[in-house]
Antibody, heavy 119, light 107 residues
Framework: EVQLVESGGGLVQPGRSLRLSCTAS????????MSWFRQAPGKGLEWVSF??????????EYAASVKGRFTISRDDSKSIAYLQMNSLKTEDTAVYYC??????????WGQGTMVTVSS | EIVMTQSPATLSVSPGERATLSCGASQSVSSNLAWYQQKPGQAPRLLIY???TRATGIPARFSGSGSGTEFTLTISSLQSEDFAVYYCQQYNNWPCSFGQGTTLDIK
């Protein structure tokens, strides 16, 4: 079964850091681009970050709202994608979803992990 | 960034009836349009991609149409499990972008 499982969410103070993990199973992780999305409480969906597969250079993209603060990475040997979040703000509070990307389409979504930024 | 607009914001329909949801793009996205269903406390679930292709395991009562800037999701005969929030998403231009969602509730 193709599956993505996020972990690492929690309550953190403004200005602090958190690292999210996305563990994949059921497919050849290294063949796919991966992306992170988020959804603030009661709000819609927002793209956060994207990383290409190594075959396409493993390059990364970021939404303007997180550029310079968040870093996406991948460990193909472990089938894990990461989102390192630094200098967190209250407006980063959201459920964070990891997705597999096929031809620019996020086709498989994890169940999400909640990040709450509050003092 | 391409702006996606969904209408209506809320749609009230009786079980067994047909529901039609609309999605518009601020510029052409060709057929690179997806529809997702989201229930409370759950992740979005891919229903339709390529504007009209059903994802694996999606019932035939869900259908999508359109291209360019105007798209429609139709649910032919609503079942109780279909009442949820529906989002359209363009993936023609990165960053991909979503509509604000249509809440489909029971009349």
């Amino acid at each position: 079964e193709v599956q993505l499982v996020e972990s690492g969410g929690g309550l953190v103070q403004p200005g602090r850091s958190l690292r999210l993990s996305c563990t994949a199973s059921g497919f050849t992780f290294g063949d796919y681009a991966m992306s992170w999305f988020r959804q603030a409480p009661g709000k819609g969906l927002e793209w956060v970050s994207f990383i290409r597969s190594k075959a396409f250079g493993g390059t990364t993209e970021y939404a303007a709202s997180v550029k310079g603060r968040f870093t996406i990475s991948r460990d193909d040997s472990k089938s894990i994608a990461y989102l390192q979040m630094n200098s967190l703000k209250t407006e980063d509070t959201a459920v964070y979803y990891c997705t597999r990307v096929v031809g620019w389409l996020p086709d498989i979504w994890g169940q999400g992990t909640m990040v709450t930024v509050s003092s | 960034e391409i702006v996606m607009t969904q209408s209506p914001a809320t749609l009230s329909v009786s079980p067994g009836e047909r529901a039609t949801l609309s999605c518009g793009a601020s510029q052409s996205v060709s057929s690179n349009l997806a529809w997702y269903q989201q229930k409370p406390g759950q992740a979005p679930r891919l229903l339709i991609y390529g504007a009209s292709t059903r994802a694996t395991g999606i019932p035939a009562r869900f259908s999508g149409s359109g291209s360019g800037t105007e798209f429609t999701l139709t649910i032919s005969s609503l079942q109780s499990e279909d009442f949820a929030v529906y989002y359209c998403q363009q993936y023609n231009n990165w960053p991909c972008s979503f509509g604000q969602g249509t809440t489909l509730d029971i009349k």
